[in-house]
């Protein structure tokens, strides 16, 4: 799903583990409650995105961006932040 078009998207609890979302756009998602560990999400617009409950156990978010983004609830584990550093407790926004 590299580069992928989906802004507003409603994908609450899916599973995309290991998926490659890299520069994706999904300004104002639902991503709530999704499973995205493994999952590379490198440069990917998650802006205003319901990201509620999701599971980001070492997912990479190098270069993405969060701005207005719900983190209530994520599960951070080894997860890579946008600044490049790594986490078990968020990245900052």
């Known amino acids: 799903l590299t580069n992928a078009m ?8 899916a599973h995309l583990l290991n998926a490659r979302l890299t520069y994706a756009d999904l300004i104002g998602a639902t991503l709530s409650d999704a499973r995205l560990d493994y999952t590379n999400l490198t440069g990917a617009r998650l802006n205003w995105a319901n990201l509620t409950g ?31 550093t790594v986490t078990s407790t968020g990245c900052p926004t």
Not at 6 to 13: C, E, K, R, S, T
């Open 54 to 84: 999701v599971n980001l156990t070492d997912a990479t978010l190098t270069n993405a961006t969060l701005t207005g983004a719900n983190l209530s609830g994520v599960t951070w584990s080894n997860t890579i932040c946008p600044d490049g």
């Open 6 to 13: 989906l802004p507003g998207a409603y994908l609450a609890g």
